[in-house]
């Protein structure tokens, strides 16, 4: 997303360089020629997954080793390399607001990290409003460093099209049910899956049966039997035929997923800068959100907010617009939602540009 959003820039000031020690993924490789950004394996400067900014003018095409690290930025690494600028990114400070999920020593080695990425970074990398005022209450005296980066999810015309060939192998795939909510988050316990259920549960006790699509790890390793225990509840209320749990998903059927569904569905308790709702955003879909503060930040169109943890209050949500709402994709909000993307990518890499150059 930051390397297309950056090839959007008119005249771009930068070039990124993606410094790598394991395979390169297929997606970057895929589109390394068509956004303009280059791969080199570097050995004496061995810094895994690291990702460099530098200045164009500062690269030659023989990426000659001494020129390319004569002046460059740094992105997204804790170390702080003499005498060259940092910038550095903190996603959220979900373990101020949620101390109870984490265990003493992570809430202590947050703390910790982060303190040294605002003592050493030139500039910091917020993700919203709402964590540029976190940081700002935690390190007061650093809070000059703060900058506001809204990251956008892109997406590709392709990804906008369904084969009668992908519709066909998705559906057999997956067993979808003709309607239903779409909830792609990871089966971590602050993703709040539980106030669905209980609410597709109290439905399904009036008689009313509504349809959840889960995709996302399983895997929590803060809450190692907490996966267990959403699937006890599902066995003991009887949901099994409500509650559709597909895991990990390859990115063309998230997004085919979530343009088939009729909303996306986020309660989450917390959240930094949500993934999904930037990919709901790009696809024009409708989006049925908790009231966190950074949701109503990031403003999709039509978006219906509720109370996370008022069961009574998403059941109404859920069978109301169980009803109201067609499945699948709307062309109109589609198109528009693609028109809309160019302009957000553009001032994503604008913005990040203007970061960047602060820094030289």
């Known amino acids: 997303n930051l390397f297309t959003a950056i090839s959007k820039v008119q005249s771009p000031a930068l070039i990124p360089l993606v410094d790598f020690d394991d395979e390169i993924p297929d997606l970057l490789k895929e589109n390394s020629k068509q956004i303009n950004f280059y791969f080199k394996r570097n050995i004496k400067f061995y810094i895994k997954k690291l990702i460099n900014v530098f200045l164009k003018k500062d690269l030659d095409t023989s990426y000659n080793q001494k020129k390319i690290y004569k002046n460059f930025d740094l992105t997204s690494h804790s170390d702080k390399i003499k005498n060259k600028p940092n910038i550095q990114w903190i996603p959220d400070f979900q373990h101020i607001h949620l101390p109870d999920m984490f265990s003493k020593e992570e809430y202590d080695n947050r703390n910790a990290e982060f303190l040294k990425t605002a003592e050493e970074s030139d500039i910091v990398i917020l993700s919203s409003e709402d964590a540029k005022k976190d940081f700002e209450k935690c390190f007061p005296q650093y809070a000059y460093k703060a900058r506001v980066l809204h990251f956008v999810s892109y997406f590709p015309n392709d990804l906008y099209e369904t084969t009668d060939k992908l519709d066909k192998q998705i559906k057999e795939k997956f067993n979808l049910p003709e309607k239903y909510f779409f909830l792609p ?98 696809l024009g879909k409708n989006c049925i959100l908790s009231n966190l503060n950074v949701h109503i930040e990031q403003n999709p169109q039509d978006s219906i907010y509720f109370d996370p943890l008022d069961i009574e209050q998403i059941s109404e949500i859920l069978s109301e617009n169980y009803q109201k709402l067609p499945a699948g994709p709307n062309l109109k909000l589609e198109e528009q939602a693609k028109k809309n993307m160019d302009k957000r990518m553009l001032e994503f890499g604008t913005t990040y540009q203007k970061y960047v150059l602060e820094t030289l």
């Open 185 to 282: 988050n990871q089966f971590w316990k602050h993703k709040n899956h539980i106030s669905v259920f209980k609410a597709v549960t109290l439905l399904k006790k009036q008689g009313i049966n509504v349809h959840i699509v889960c995709t996302g790890n399983t895997k929590d390793y803060r809450n190692p039997d907490f996966f267990n225990k959403l699937t006890s509840f599902i066995s003991e209320n009887n949901i099994q035929e409500n509650i559709h749990i597909l895991g990990m998903v390859d990115y063309k059927e998230l997004v085919y997923l979530m343009r088939y569904s009729i909303a996306l569905l986020q309660p989450s308790l917390f959240e930094g800068w949500s993934s999904t709702i930037e990919e709901a955003k790009s």
